[in-house]
């Protein structure tokens, strides 16, 4: 494994060869929260087993996880359901749009796999499990604030709003997920539990210090607390490998070579097994939803580390 | 035509003839309103040009018009919006079954006829128009006992209100046209006018009068109104034949050869062009969802006649 | 009905009205054979059932069948297989592309109508049953010309080697139906079939006088043979109606309000019940594969006969 | 890295535990070669950077490879077009079944993946470049002798000839291709190309012997042969790991975590970057098409040595 130093010295040497490229891509603006971020930000974030971290960039801005919440949700809902989780959502590649609900009415209500939108529902779903909304909101930040060993992770309530004003497709999707049987609490308690988890804020140490876990079979390292399984570990990271970047996940996987989850809100979760975990931000995303600079200094983070899978 | 004596006899020997098929078919089961009406029942009812009726059978017991009210709706919307409301809904057979989402999603929440439930969505918000909801739904009854010259005409707010918590689909339908802006009105609004609209509560006699309009290019002939314009009667006598039972129309047309729509309620409007309006109804369904022993009774009803258009 | 002098009147008021638009639309130009056609042609013919003709413009000038020939080869078919032809062909419209096989994988092999073009080839398929090739193509030509009373009608030897050079995709059509075992001939075999019969080359009066037993119950009028029976007409006409504009269908049913069928040749066979046969003909094609002149002059003649049957 | 006797004894150890698993699964029995083979046979092979081998089982039993030549084919292809080859053949997961027409039909022509047949057939092509089918097929056959290090590697003829008769879902696709102009050459000289690179014959040790340069950056460690760059080698073990298991692809990167590339032959070929590659081969296949036996051996061996990328 490379050494503190070496790490240091080649955070910094992304962040460097990011630069020209600040400001690319398109940042998501269905919502006006999310639309008013600068997009000229870049920051990245790598903790290892030992508990190094090297960071360099806006590392320590908080931004919207978006999406990026489904790796801990799914965690959350498998390690209480386990096997039964399966039979309620997939695990394969969609080859569909995130927000697809296409495939949702060929394959009868069971969506493709976890990271899509309607298996994110599914998941909240199964982490609500009948609670009251407001009682798994907490419980969802808890955890996340458990594992990045920082109580100041908190859910932006404006974006979480805005969320839920505009959130038809969304909405559309769990009315159908009903519609199968499919979500046991209601439509509306499901989309505002998703709403929120969505709308967690985190900066990139943060958000690598709490995905440290999936590195180390589901132990984390630092504060020796089992999160999951390694079994289930392996899971996760196999799903955030063939689906974590939705209609672009087979080209992540050339470029970085690592799992990975990526938001709309521009952040990317990799992990590097064994290795470390990654976070990288920047708000603009190429046509696919993922970012643009995020992916890029991914893919010349493996070029320097030598750590891609393959 | 035929004159008034031949049609008496014409309807009792349908009638007489559909006895043994009495209780074929499967009756709709989503919601309870509907899943306790004895399938063993069935009503004819003809209106011709001259206001004569002819009617056998269960042809004054009320029942749930369900999708045939979309005729009705339509025949509203497309007075308000005229040619504007084809960019908003097409005018072609679907191909699909009348709750499909799919191909919503292909063409971009635009769906493809009025007929189907998308379609018929879009509709109810165009009659809705931004009023209350109240408003709209007394303005359809309303428009319905003109027609049927028949205050007795109402709502069945039991059904209505079965419909509305067990319509997870439509509630997908709505928020995924809303996702396209192709909902002016809230989604809940829509939804509340179309469950009403849907649970309108008629007979067989008052249905096949008020739709006689549609056979006299959109005169009604008795109380010389004109309901629409003979281009608009056309045009929604086309959907009726190429649209108006799901994916059943094409064998429709084939045999009974006239313009026509069915609901899940069991029952059916058929237009015989320059000649009358035929309601038939008998509850149990085919797979396709359109009433069995009611297509028969049509088929046989055409064949005494020689009515069929082809 | 109207008499010689009127139809005679109205066919050439018609033929004027076209004038202006002649050349609009947009050829055909998969094959030369087709592209090179002058598109400022136009020709109606209506024959009617005492065999009066009444015609306009290029009313003589021989043009490329196409996709009108599914008409009559689905004649052939349902006398030869009856019912069982249902059994390999659906009788719904679409609401896909007629080259479409996207629904033909959905539905395992059973091509929504006879006239998309998957549907059309296991019709083709019928007919050949078994013999060869070329024995097919003499008897589909005889019959037109025994239904043309004119011996002239022929196939168009360029055109028919044309489409085979370049008909990929009906080969692709053709081989998916071998796949799900919906051909019984060699693939090679039915597409020769196939794109002979398109290369029919006929005039709008062969064309027309053609059609007429479809608006006479099956019977020829005029050389009383019973072509089908009337329940196998009917069958045809409907399926005309609903079906035979392929993603248009239900527009010309409201435009027109005839059974029809289009080709990418220009020509389009109209069928009046109990009144008449027209064919009409223009090369410049709309969007959807339809002559758009064509179904413009038919909506005028339908204008000013009434004969509509909405 | 494990040592040869470890390797010994784990390749042992897997074949043992396999042996009450024998004949699960279905054989591929669309062609009568592939039908009349023994389901009860195993085989295992690993084959290290520094030329080891471990085997047990029916290692030596020659096969028919199928779809693992896909991963041939596309070294060879990538190797010739570099990046326009991605111009013609996506790089994403398909979704679907592995000859689906669907996608290919809304994707226009350009096919998901190199593994999923209609990509493969793009691939064959690429390499068929103009040239003669007999000269394609003996370089690819060259090719597998020279990786093979074995000149017995060789093409089954009754296989090949067999795919021929009864490769009519891919005589459709790749007319399909063609009609999307995506074929250049004739589309029976792609096929005749592409059943005869399926038809290859061999055995688990010559399998895994001829995949060793995808563990190392594309240097084959053996005989020093650089067989393609670093980058396009990692770009060929993303594919595999997210698309080279059909619709089961993220099942195997979960119970497997490997790069690998099955085949209906009941073949697999997975890829352990910087260590080795292993080939197994049981002939039952599970629902989605790959060999049930083979991808569970391969489970317990990447259990047993540790071995899994994640």
Same sequence: chains 1, 2, 3, 4.
Avoid at 18 to 37: F, N, Q, S, T, W
Avoid at 239 to 254: K, L, N, R, V
């Amino acid at each position: 494994m490379a050494d503190k130093e070496d790490l240091d010295a080649i955070v910094a040497q992304v962040a460097a060869e990011m630069r020209p490229h600040l400001g690319e891509g398109k940042v998501a603006d269905y919502i006006p929260a999310l639309a008013r971020v600068d997009p000229r930000q870049f920051g990245i974030a790598v903790v290892t087993s030992d508990g190094a971290v090297a960071s360099a960039g806006d590392a320590e801005t908080p931004f919207s996880v978006q999406s990026v919440s489904k790796v801990f949700t799914l965690t959350l809902a498998i390690n209480r359901l386990d096997e039964a989780l399966w039979t309620r959502v997939g695990r394969e590649p969609s080859g569909s749009r995130f927000n697809s609900i296409v495939q949702l009415e060929q394959e009868k209500g069971v969506p493709r796999n976890p990271f899509i939108n309607a298996g994110a529902l599914v998941v909240t779903d199964a982490v609500l499990a009948g609670a009251r909304p407001a009682e798994a909101i907490a419980d969802i930040a808890g955890f996340m604030r458990r594992l990045a060993l920082d109580e100041t992770v908190a859910i932006d309530a404006e974006v979480a709003a805005s969320e839920q004003d505009t959130g038809f497709r969304n909405a559309s999707l769990a009315n159908f997920l009903r519609a199968f049987d499919n979500l046991n609490s209601p439509v509306e308690e499901v989309l505002e539990v998703y709403f929120n988890q969505c709308a967690l804020s985190m900066n990139c140490r943060q958000l690598a210090r709490a995905g440290l876990f999936l590195a180390h079979g589901g132990l984390d390292p630092l504060n020796r607390i089992q999160v999951t399984s390694p079994e289930r570990t392996r899971r996760i990271n196999a799903i955030m490998m063939t689906c974590g970047h939705y209609d672009a996940s087979g080209e992540f996987a050339y470029r970085v070579g690592l799992p990975g989850k990526s938001g709309v809100g521009g952040g990317i979760l990799a992990i590097a097994p064994r290795r470390a975990a990654i976070a990288v931000w920047s708000p603009g995303l190429c046509e696919a939803g993922n970012s643009l600079v995020g992916a890029l200094a991914l893919r010349r983070f493996v070029a320097l580390t030598g750590w891609s899978v393959f």
